[in-house]
């Protein structure tokens, strides 16, 4: 029976363990965090409970996070780095989720395919200085079936007949969603309303959120807080009800929590992994084996742990004669706003952002990208119609300096951030550099004693010079929806050059097929060790303006799908 050690239990871990279980390995999945699903491994994905469902103060808890003390990681900006600055942010700036089931606890579940071009970018639209831009070593093509089997398994919503055409000609698909939309809220038709008032085509947001009964679980009753919460009723398709969980119950699968892995082990040779060390939560060290490791961690904590296994055979990381471990670190850049109302636009009576745009996804070659030295602009997706909760509106409101007291009592009374704002979302690609990286921090210590991750990053030219270009026609979009009495935006990269606290990673151990500019092969093993697997989203060699949830599953499936096959 062969084996596995699954590190990480996020969607890509999950889906990963759950591949492996159907053709009988035997597999043990090492989480850092802890479970907070009761019923998880006992019962049916249905039955499952959260501890914090929709709590709205949980984010203050740790809940399903790395804790910002105890578990630390530390950035910079390039400038900084130059100058020689070690760290200028600290606590849990970039953290993804620390629980079993990982991010996908409290993800809002969105499912967009990425495009055809997002696989060839550099041989359709060519190099940009100062950026690593390549190809992927697969094609869409090579992921569809992997996109279309996800689908169906996890359970996403959405109507290929309401996509526009150009959409589809970027995303063929083999079949439709396995089912139909959640009606669209009053805040999105709104917003929806403007950009086809400025020559928009919206559509319904593919989301891993039931809109009918599908695999034992309810329909989503529109509470609207799906974005950072857990979901009360288990309407929300994700790594732990749809694969884990069920991966465990065959028997084949063993969870170990709090395990927080520390290095991996190789032979004299250093091509061949041996076993993997982990301290538990008494912080007592464990050494496992088995013949293949699999790497799940995300994008920074996947190069921590590789950053961490340097050996006399690895001396600067193993898997990194390349040079590029912790390179090409990614960052979604973010463009926040949305249209003034006069009035509640009831933002949170329906599903979190039940519209998609995306006009602006490009490439778009135009005499403002060339001014400013790039040769086009890659943009990305539009969520339509979010809002804010309203502790996060009392927060919010404390972030602009309003005093305690009748002055805050008035902001909520007016609730012109919560009630007032249709709110969008405008997700753009980041190019990949190869000063954007994750290392480890000279001297920040977590609570095991190991060193923390630094990043250091800063925007390239390209994402200024693109928030900037696409803003005002954002802008144009929300005040064009019919009783708008204004528009704000917030344009991300214009504001800060430090890493960006967003839960969209990518890059860090980029796949390619020349060992000589890439960590991985096309089926995520490290160049230089043959048994060791990377399968989550440090994968990806760019990172296009999409939600990434759905291309690490599918591509993780792949991977694993290839693994069972023994072709890897």
Known sequence: MPSAIIIGSGPAG???????????????????????????GEKPSGELETLYSSDEVKSSRQFGFPHPVLEPQTGRNQSEAEAGVERSLGGAHQSLGSAVGGTSLHYNAKFPRFWKQDFTMLSDSGPIDGSQVADWPITYEELEPFYDEVEHRIGVQGDTEQMPQFVL????????????????GYAARLMAAGAQNVGYNPFPYPSAVNSQEFDGRPACNSCGLCSSFGCPINARGDALTSYLNPAVLTGQVRVIERAHVFRIHTNSAGDTATDVEYYDEDHVAHRLSADKIIIAGSPIQTARLLLLSANSQHPNGLGNG??????????????IGGAEFGYDVQTLRAQSTTVEVDDLVGPFTDPAATARGVPYFKGGLIQVGSGLPLVSEAFFYAGLGIQPGSQH?????????RQRIGGIQFVGEDLPQAANRVDLDPSVRDWHG??????????HVHEKAA???????????????PGATGAVMIPQPTISDHPRNTAHHAGSVRMGNDPATSVCDKQGRLHECQNV????GSLFPTFPG???????????LRIARGLTQGGV
Request: with cysteine.
């Open 169 to 184: 000609d970027q995303t063929p698909r083999s079949r439709n969603y396995p089912m139909p939309p959640n009606p669209t």
């Open 546 to 556: 999409f939600n990434p949830t759905l291309t690490i599953l599918a591509n993780a």
């Open 450 to 459: 190991l060193p923390v991750a630094r990043i250091t990053y800063s925007p």
């Open 467 to 481: 928030a900037d270009y696409f803003t005002p026609r954002l802008e144009a979009m929300c005040l064009a929806a």
């Open 322 to 335: 390349s040079d590029q471990l912790g390179r090409n670190m990614m960052f979604h850049y973010f463009i």
């Open 533 to 536: 697997h990377v399968v989550d």
């Open 409 to 417: 009592k008035a902001a909520m009374r007016t609730s012109l951030g």
């Open 14 to 40: 999950s889906i990963t363990a759950h591949e492996l279980a159907q053709h009988g390995w035997d597999v043990t999945v090492l989480e850092r965090g802890r479970n907070l699903r009761p019923g998880f």
